[in-house]
Structure formats: C-alpha cells, structure tokens
C-alpha cells in the first residue's frame, strides 16, 4: 500500500465502516478499540438510504436486508394520538428508498467480520489519545497498568469511537479542527 497512515478510534459502525473504505482506497489503516474485545453496545437501530449506500459500496447490503428489517413508514403515537407520521415516499425517489431496521449486533458482525477478512490492523484494550505533532497528528494510545505504547504517526484522524468517548470531548475537537478534520459534538444521542 502507497497510500496515506491512518489511525481510526473505535471499532463502532462508523469505525469500521471508514476502516474498510480507507483501506480498499490503499491506505495503511489502524483503528484503535477501547475494549479488550471489540463489541456492539446498544440495542437496535434504524439505518438510512446514506447507510445503505454506505454498505452497497462495502458489499454488506445484502446481508444486512437480510438479517434486518424493511422500514418503509414510521407512524408513531402517544396518549391515543399520532404524534409522527414520515414515510420514505414521500421523498419520490427512484429506485424508492427505506430504511432498516436492525440489531446493533448484526450490524457490527457484518462489518467485523469484513474488516477481519481484509486483514486491516485492530489494536484492542487502548484508549487513544491525541496530539497534534508537525507537520501531522499522531495517536498515543494509552492502556491502564500497562507499558506505554508507542504513538502512531497518522495523516488522518477519523474518530469513530461514539458519543462518550474522551476522543469526543472539546479538546479533542480543537486538535482535530487544528490538523484540519471536520467535527461535529452532538449533545443530543441521536
């Protein structure tokens, strides 16, 4: 590979779904796992035709319809009354769009199980830390009551290590505006 290092916090979907795409383009990809194993948190969630699309260019598609469910409407009610009523037609899109609906756990087998097939380097039980280093970023992965690990020089920072993760704090945003990642910090969980 001739292509850009790239360091990636957290093995969630976001994570891995960037690993795969980053490396198929032939970049030298590391993602970084706070969890000695890698692991879905959550329950359920809905994915959208971004996703979708997202997944079709991984080949994970048609898994994943599979193994989820087909969301064409969302009709939603409280106290006797609807309080949201959204269908995908809406948009009239063609071909039409849906979402899915889907485990969480599902969602990470697939996108795991491709990122182990493709051999992309996974460092587990490390809670990375950031540092801008000229003319680049590098991650200092850190590991409790262990030896210090060596940084890894990265080009790239994407972070896919979820809300409550210390790589999402605003300190974290300021380095990653400062070696020019774009950041968004939601309050909200969405």
């Known amino acids: ?39 879905p948190i959550g329950s359920g ?21 599979e193994e989820g469910a087909r969301i064409n409407r969302l009709h939603g009610m409280a106290a006797n009354r609807v309080v949201l009523s959204v269908g995908y037609d809406a948009l009239k899109a063609r071909p039409a769009m849906f979402g899915i609906g889907i485990h969480r756990a599902s969602l990470f087998a697939a996108l795991y199980d491709a990122l182990q097939a493709e051999g992309i380097a996974l460092r587990t039980a490390l809670h990375p830390g950031l540092s801008v280093r000229q003319p680049g970023a590098a991650f200092h992965p ?49």
């Open 45 to 65: 969630l809905m994915i959208q035709p971004t996703g979708l699309a997202v997944l079709h260019r991984l080949g994970l598609a048609d898994r994943i319809m």
């Open 1 to 39: 590979m001739t292509g850009r290092s790239i360091a990636i916090a957290g093995c969630g979907p976001c994570g891995l779904a960037t690993a795969l795409l980053l490396a198929r383009a032939g970049d030298r990809v590391v993602v970084f796992e706070r969890f000695t194993e890698p692991q």
């Open 142 to 190: 850190r590991s409790a009551g262990r030896p210090p690990v060596a940084p890894v020089a990265s080009q790239q920072d994407p972070g896919g290590d979820g809300r409550r993760a210390g790589s999402q704090s605003p300190a974290a945003a300021r380095v990653r505006q400062s070696i020019g990642v774009a950041v968004t910090l939601h309050s909200a969980r969405l």
